[in-house]
């Protein structure tokens, strides 16, 4: 008994330790506690996307040039970008303005239809698809007697 009540006054005092240190840091930012500063700046990073964006249409040119095709400039690539966002705005699906599934109404699961031939036929026999025979075995009550006897049938012996 004693052994329960040590353990429970140690799990309130691990809680009550831990609520004093979550007051204690509850004014300081999870950055100023690990020390963390961003390595670039906003202005140095808006730089690299330039840059990379000038290699990519140098490196897609010289293919170009190999084919014999034009060059692209970098208004060329501007106004493929407005369109591919003109198609996404007005589009629907994962590409959509917003990702176009979380904003969507779910539709509806469409509904089953009946074939004429499987409704009419159903009503045809009664409304039971089982074939006539196995029908009037089992009204007889020998369906059952007869896979029986085939199973307890022996087996031949091999003549030698």
Known sequence: MDFIALTMGLL?????????LGRAFQSHSVAE???WKPTRSPEVEAQNEVDDVQQMIAAQNEYRRKRGAREITEEDVERQARE?????ARGR???????????AEPEAPPKPRASKARSGSSKSRGGSRKPAAAKRARDKGTAGKRTAAKRST?????KT
Request: aromatic share 6%; hydrophobic share 50%.
């Open 84 to 88: 591919d966002q003109a198609v996404r």
């Open 93 to 103: 699906g994962p590409f959509a303005q917003g990702g176009g599934l979380e904003d």
């Open 12 to 20: 309130v005092l691990f809680v009550l330790i831990l609520i004093g």
């Open 33 to 35: 506690l690990l020390d």
């Open 154 to 158: 022996p087996k031949r012996a091999k």
